[in-house]
């Protein structure tokens, strides 16, 4: 998974770009509101909730932002829309299992947003369970290299359930069972280890090894669906090499 993984981690580059737009903020906020009304609205009671304001902290969202979506997801402010949680399946070009997980107020427009930007873009939707098998959940917390070695990291997280770490250039990625999410990051913390974000995600259980002109037009793909204002994430099995990855930029 190393040039999947690295692409995932130049996505962070992008955040600048993407924040400017507006959207990954509203995307962000969208999590913490979901994750206040699923568990409540105070954080110390509520993992989900802590990593969802953590995750927009790090990504520079106003705490101001923050405290009112916490608010209106917790029910202390009204104003809240009721978000859904739906998963789209299909295969985009190369014929490269794709996930699209959408958070949205109204169920019509997300499907017809996802299916648009899928047959624009050389990619088709599949049926519920068609694609979803070759995903499992798990929980992934980066953490930025600064000073921490991967025995540091090693030594903080096995013990809490880690499966693997990682080397992703610029940080480290612990993966882990998506019910082991919050001992890992709790363990990272007690070790005084900073993490950029932790999630639960979908990995892929196999992979399609993508050439130059293969990557492109998945990238472009994957592009066009975060771009549709209802998707939170986008998960595919593919994966590229380094060179691959240097030569798409």
Same mark, same amino acid.
């Given at each position: 998974?190393?040039?999947?993984?690295? @692409?995932a981690?130049?996505?962070?580059?992008?955040?600048?770009?993407?924040? #400017?737009?507006?959207?990954?903020?509203?995307? &962000? %906020? #969208?999590?913490?509101?979901?994750? /206040?009304?699923?568990?409540?609205? $105070?954080?110390?009671g509520?993992?989900?909730?802590?990593? /969802? %304001?953590?995750? =927009?902290?790090?990504?520079?969202?106003? &705490?101001?932002?923050?405290?009112?979506?916490?608010?209106?997801?917790?029910?202390?402010?009204? +104003?809240?829309? $009721? @978000?859904?949680?739906?998963?789209?399946?299909?295969?985009?070009?190369?014929?490269? =299992?794709?996930?699209?997980e959408?958070?949205?107020?109204?169920?019509?427009?997300?499907?017809?947003?996802?299916?648009?930007?899928?047959?624009?873009?050389?990619?088709?939707?599949?049926?519920p369970?068609?694609?979803?098998?070759?995903?499992?959940?798990?929980?992934?917390?980066?953490?930025? #290299?600064?000073?921490?070695?991967?025995?540091?990291?090693?030594?903080?997280? &096995?013990? /809490?359930?880690?499966?693997?770490?990682?080397?992703? +250039?610029?940080?480290? !990625?612990?993966?882990?069972?998506?019910? $082991?999410?919050?001992p890992?990051?709790?363990?990272?913390?007690?070790?005084?280890?900073?993490?950029?974000?932790?999630?639960?995600?979908?990995?892929?259980?196999?992979?399609?090894?993508?050439?130059?002109?293969? =990557?492109?037009?998945?990238?472009?793909? %994957?592009?066009? &669906?975060?771009?549709?204002?209802?998707?939170?994430?986008?998960?595919?099995?593919?994966?590229?090499?380094?060179?691959?990855?240097? !030569?798409?930029?």
């Amino acid at each position: 998974m190393s040039g999947h993984s690295k @692409w995932a981690t130049t996505k962070h580059k992008k955040a600048a770009i993407d924040a #400017k737009r507006g959207k990954l903020f509203a995307r &962000l %906020i #969208k999590n913490i509101e979901v994750a /206040a009304r699923t568990g409540g609205g $105070d954080p110390d009671g509520n993992p989900t909730l802590y990593d /969802a %304001i953590q995750k =927009a902290r790090k990504n520079s969202v106003p &705490l101001d932002n923050i405290e009112r979506a916490r608010k209106r997801g917790g029910g202390e402010e009204a +104003g809240g829309a $009721d @978000w859904q949680t739906i998963m789209y399946e299909g295969y985009g070009p190369n014929g490269v =299992a794709v996930l699209i997980e959408c958070l949205t107020d109204n169920r019509n427009r997300a499907a017809t947003e996802v299916r648009t930007a899928m047959t624009r873009n050389g990619g088709s939707m599949a049926d519920p369970g068609s694609v979803a098998y070759m995903f499992s959940r798990k929980g992934v917390v980066i953490v930025p #290299k600064a000073g921490t070695s991967e025995d540091d990291v090693m030594l903080a997280v &096995l013990e /809490a359930g880690a499966e693997e770490v990682n080397d992703l +250039g610029e940080a480290f !990625e612990v993966v882990s069972e998506a019910g $082991d999410l919050i001992p890992v990051r709790k363990a990272l913390q007690d070790s005084g280890i900073d993490y950029e974000s932790a999630e639960s995600s979908f990995l892929p259980s196999v992979s399609v090894q993508l050439e130059v002109e293969g =990557a492109k037009k998945i990238f472009k793909l %994957i592009d066009a &669906l975060e771009d549709c204002d209802d998707v939170q994430n986008v998960f595919a099995n593919f994966d590229v090499s380094d060179e691959v990855m240097a !030569e798409v930029g």
